[in-house]
């Protein structure tokens, strides 16, 4: 089996999943992490860090998958940017005057 070795000035950031899984079935047929970076011209890290990935997101390892983890970064945005509207909401409240709270804001009973 041969494997063309990108070259160093041209490595993406990102590599397409078919080169992702063709390193992980390279490890996982026995071959050693060092030599299938060498091989490919990634790093040892690189390998490790995306088989970690692969081991998590298989429920072999604990720990946050990357969907999981995807979720998250989309809620926490989707939370500031309410946080951001309810900031403005209640600013404009006051300086109308009409201070409103949010649950409800039912009027005191006389």
Not at 92 to 102: F, M, N, S
Request: glycine content about 8%; cysteine-free; charged content about 25%.
């Amino acid at each position: 089996m041969t494997i063309q070795q990108p070259s160093k000035a041209m490595m993406p950031r990102s590599y397409p999943p078919e080169f992702r899984r063709k390193v992980l079935d390279l490890v996982a047929s026995g071959r050693k992490v060092a030599e299938v970076a060498q091989l490919l011209g990634i790093s040892d890290q690189t390998i490790s860090v995306r088989r970690r990935q692969h081991l998590i997101g298989t429920g072999q390892l604990p720990g946050t998958t990357s969907s999981d983890r995807s979720e998250l970064v989309a809620a926490r945005k989707r939370i500031a940017e309410l946080e951001a509207e309810l900031t403005i909401h209640r600013r404009a409240a006051e300086l109308l005057g009409k201070v409103t709270h949010p649950k409800g804001g039912s009027k005191p009973s006389a």
